[in-house]
C-alpha cells in the first residue's frame, strides 16, 4: 500500500512567477509511477506529468517540472512562468506498476491560487 | 482522445433509493476505476474491474457495488443510498501496460437527501 501526502492545502502565486508544489509518498514496492493530476474549476481531471521511479531523470513536460528525491520519496511539482490557466486544484498520485489493475493512490490536494 | 463519459454531471437522490451511476469510455480499456472525491480527503478508491466481470474493491467499498457486463461500461451501485454517500464520484479507465496514466470522466455530484 502506498501514501501520498500534500502537506499545502493552498498556494497562491502572481501571474508570471515560479511555485512549487510539495508532495511526498510511501511505499515499500520498487516499482511505480508518480503523477501530478490537475482538476480545474469544474472540469475534467487531467494529466500534468508523470515520472517512473526506475527513471532517475527528472519528468518536464513544457512549463511543469518534477524534483524527483527518491531517498526521501519525495515527487514536487514546479511550476513556472504562471498562467491564469493554471489555477485548479492539483493532486499528486502513486501507483504500484508491479501489479495488475491497481488504483492511484491520491494526496489530499493542494488548491492552486493564480494572481493576476 | 480517450473520452469518459459519466450518465449524470448533478444527481439528486432520496435516503434508501438505490442509485446507478454509469461509466462508459471509448478506448477498449481493460482497466476501470471508481473514485469518491470529498474536500480535504482528495480521491480515493472504491471499486476497480480488470476485465469484463471482474471486479475487486478499493479502500472504501463499505455501501457500494459495482457492474460490468461490457469493456466499455462499468456501474456504480448504491444499494440503499445514505446521506454520507453525497459526494463527487470520479470515473476512470487505463488501458494495460501504457504508462500507468488514468483517464477520468467529468464526475457525478451526488446528493443524498
Known amino acids: 500500500a502506498q501514501t501520498v501526502t500534500q502537506s499545502q492545502p493552498e498556494m497562491s502565486v502572481q501571474e508570471a512567477e515560479t511555485v512549487t508544489l510539495s508532495c511526498t509518498y510511501d511505499?515499500?514496492?520498487?516499482?511505480?509511477?508518480l503523477f501530478w493530476y490537475k482538476q480545474p474549476p469544474s472540469r475534467q481531471m487531467i494529466l500534468v506529468i508523470r515520472q517512473e521511479a526506475y527513471k532517475q531523470q527528472n519528468a518536464t513536460e513544457n512549463r511543469f517540472s518534477v524534483n524527483f528525491q527518491k531517498a526521501a520519496k519525495s515527487f514536487s511539482l514546479k511550476i513556472s512562468d504562471s498562467q491564469l490557466g493554471d489555477a485548479a486544484m492539483y493532486f499528486c498520485?502513486?501507483?504500484?506498476?508491479?501489479?495488475?489493475?491497481?488504483?492511484?493512490?491520491f494526496g489530499k490536494g493542494t488548491h492552486l491560487i493564480i494572481q493576476p | 482522445d480517450v473520452k469518459v463519459t459519466q450518465s449524470s454531471r448533478y444527481l439528486v437522490k432520496r435516503t434508501g433509493e438505490k442509485v446507478f451511476l454509469e461509466c462508459v469510455q471509448d478506448m477498449d480499456h481493460e482497466n476501470m476505476f471508481w473514485y469518491r472525491q470529498d474536500p480535504g480527503l482528495g480521491l480515493r478508491l472504491i471499486y476497480f474491474s480488470y476485465d469484463v466481470k471482474m471486479k475487486e474493491k478499493g479502500d472504501i467499498p463499505e455501501g457500494y457495488s459495482v457492474s460490468r457486463e461490457k469493456k466499455e461500461r462499468f456501474s456504480l451501485i448504491l444499494e440503499s443510498a445514505s446521506t454520507n454517500q453525497t459526494s463527487m464520484y470520479l470515473c476512470?479507465?487505463?488501458?494495460?501496460?501504457?504508462?500507468?496514466?488514468?483517464?477520468f470522466g467529468p464526475g457525478t455530484r451526488l446528493t443524498v437527501t
Open positions: 476512470a479507465s487505463r488501458p494495460i501496460g501504457e504508462g500507468w496514466e488514468q483517464y
Open positions: 498520485a502513486c501507483v504500484y506498476s508491479g501489479g495488475g489493475a491497481d488504483g492511484l493512490t
Open positions: 511505499t515499500s514496492e520498487s516499482d511505480y509511477y
